[in-house]
Structures are given as C-alpha cells and as structure tokens.
C-alpha cells in the first residue's frame, strides 16, 4: 500500500509556473503508473496527466498539452509535475494518485477509475 505526499502548490500570477511533487512511501513506484488530478471548487475531480512505470509513455489533458509535463524519478520514489503558462483555470486542488487496476505499462488520464491511494492534495491558485 502506498502513501502519497503532494507539495509545491501555492498562489502564481498567470503565466507563471509552479512544480508539483508527488512522493511516495510505503512500496516501490517503479512498477505503477501515476496519475495528477485536480478538483476546482463546484467541479469534478478531473484527469490532468498520467505516467507509465518506466516513465516511456505519458499523457495529458487537452487543457495542458503543451503547457505540463509529467515525469517521474523511480530511484527517489517521487513524480513531478511541471507547469508552466498558468491560467487562472487551472486553479484547483491537485492529487497525485497511482494506478491500482491493470497494468503500469499503459494509462490514460480519463481512466480515473483505475487509480487509487490518493493524497492529500495541494492547492494552486492563479490568480493576479
């Protein structure tokens, strides 16, 4: 059983950039796939990146192609979350999550069913 630790949120002007961190305790990552999501007030908890076990294979949210990136050090039991250019819709609470159901060599960020343990979250805020 994993136990997961988001970190890095906080309040960023539009346009800027924050760096998210996922660490895990517990059990190895090396063989699970990752997953960011995040939950605005009034919303749904929504898929916003997701990585595979070896790191080979990732995906994203149409609302972040080009402005996130995901990535994922085994050694050190941590995922990352890179954003850059943020807007103000992008203010909400993001969870790192792993993947519990199937396999780690594939995942899909609209599959939110299959992920599981979940953290605490961290809020960003956009705002100016």
């Known amino acids: 059983q994993w136990q997961l630790v988001e970190s890095g949120g906080g309040l960023v002007q539009p346009g800027g950039s924050l760096r998210l961190s996922c660490a895990a305790s517990g059990e190895p990552l090396e063989h699970v796939a990752v997953g960011w999501f995040r939950q605005a007030p009034g919303k749904e908890r929504e898929g916003v990146s997701c990585i595979t076990n070896y790191g080979t294979t990732t995906d994203y949210a149409d609302s972040v192609k080009g402005r996130f990136t995901i990535s994922r050090d085994n050694a050190k039991n941590m995922v990352y979350l890179q954003m850059d250019n943020l807007k103000p819709e992008d203010t909400a609470v993001y969870y790192c999550?792993?993947?519990?159901?199937?396999?780690?060599?594939?995942?899909?960020?609209?599959?939110?069913?299959?992920?599981?343990?979940w953290g605490q979250g961290t809020q960003v805020t956009v705002s100016s």
């Open positions: 999550a792993i993947k519990t159901t199937g396999t780690g060599f594939l995942c899909h960020v609209l599959a939110r069913d299959y992920f599981g343990s």
